[in-house]
């Protein structure tokens, strides 16, 4: 759950960067790679966390 709430909290301050490159004051080429690393992680752990695992 941890884990979770970093995920979320750093999509919030990377969407903020990204506004921020929307506004050429960040080169965008930067803030969106990060922004789109940090939502496929967080999405990848809040789908594989209880994962049946065998026997």
Do not use: D, E, Q
Request: hydrophobic letters at 60%; proline letters at 4%.
């Amino acid at each position: 759950m941890k884990w979770i709430t970093i995920g979320c909290c750093a999509i919030i301050v990377l969407f903020f960067l990204n506004l921020l490159g929307f506004m050429n004051l960040i080169p965008i080429y930067i803030t969106s790679p990060i922004l789109f690393i940090v939502i496929f992680i967080t999405l990848y752990l809040i789908n594989h966390r209880k994962t049946f695992k065998g026997f």
